[in-house]
């Protein structure tokens, strides 16, 4: 089924420890995003992809590191796992920023110890 | 800074009948997008209804239908004729010439039968 797939869906950790998330597309969207939810908060931004090649900073992108390797993909890495980033992620695609309309993966359930 | 507000928690609501859930939002911009978005047990953000702010004309999908108060920066979701799989989460956000999406802190719904 075409859409947004995320990987992997729930990951344990320890503080300290990394790991990365990873996201792909296959509807040929341009921008791609990088949102954490936490009870009581909505959805926040962490980075964004406006186009392949270009990265920028959301609203709490503090711990946290991008990479869009091609145009399908942008994965999401935590260098030094904190028990903060605690959370459930998504990554949600776009046709082109201004196009307004995302498409969101399954989320990935994150418990740092 | 743009911000929405979703002041109910949690709302209730008996099977078949009609419920509202409110958003107000901050922006200083006068051309804007304002979306609600469902998430189920499942934790997928589905689209419902999105609403162009230079559209005076309410946004309407099916049972789902909105009351844009652009003076007032209020944007209500009126559900009629609940349905028990209308239980879920509701997001209320908004973006601004790009698809960077602002949420607020969300109404979980129950229904009742």
């Known amino acids: 089924n075409a859409g947004v797939t995320q990987t992997p869906k729930f990951q344990v950790l320890k503080t300290g420890q990394s790991m990365t998330l990873q996201c792909a597309q296959d509807?040929?969207?341009?921008?791609m995003y990088w949102y954490r939810q936490d009870p009581g908060m909505g959805l926040r931004l962490i980075y964004y992809?406006?186009?392949?090649?270009?990265?920028d900073k959301g609203e709490v992108p503090n711990g946290y590191n991008v990479s869009r390797l091609n145009k399908r993909e942008f994965s999401l890495r935590l260098e030094s796992a904190a028990p903060s980033q605690t959370s459930v992620y998504f990554c949600?695609?776009?046709?082109?920023?201004?196009?307004?309309?995302?498409?969101f993966g399954a989320g990935s359930r994150l418990t740092v110890l | 800074a743009q911000t929405v507000t979703q002041s109910q928690p949690e709302m209730s609501v008996q099977e078949a009948e009609t419920v509202t859930l409110s958003c107000t939002y901050d922006?200083?911009?006068?051309?804007?997008?304002l979306f609600w978005y469902k998430q189920p047990p499942s934790r997928q953000m589905i689209l419902v209804i999105r609403?162009?702010?230079?559209?005076?004309q309410n946004a309407t999908e099916n049972r789902f239908s909105v009351n844009f108060q652009k003076a007032a920066k209020s944007f209500s979701l009126k559900i009629s004729d609940s349905q028990l799989g209308d239980a879920a989460m509701y997001f209320c956000?908004?973006?601004?010439?790009?698809?960077?999406?602002?949420f607020g802190t969300g109404t979980r719904l129950q229904v009742f039968p």
């Open positions: 949600a695609s776009g046709v082109s920023p201004g196009a307004n309309v995302l498409t």
């Open positions: 509807m040929n969207h341009n921008s």
């Open positions: 992809s406006a186009s392949e090649g270009t990265t």
């Open positions: 922006t200083s911009e006068s051309d804007y997008y």
């Open positions: 609403q162009e702010a230079y559209k005076q």
């Open positions: 956000a908004y973006c601004y010439n790009t698809d960077k999406l602002i």
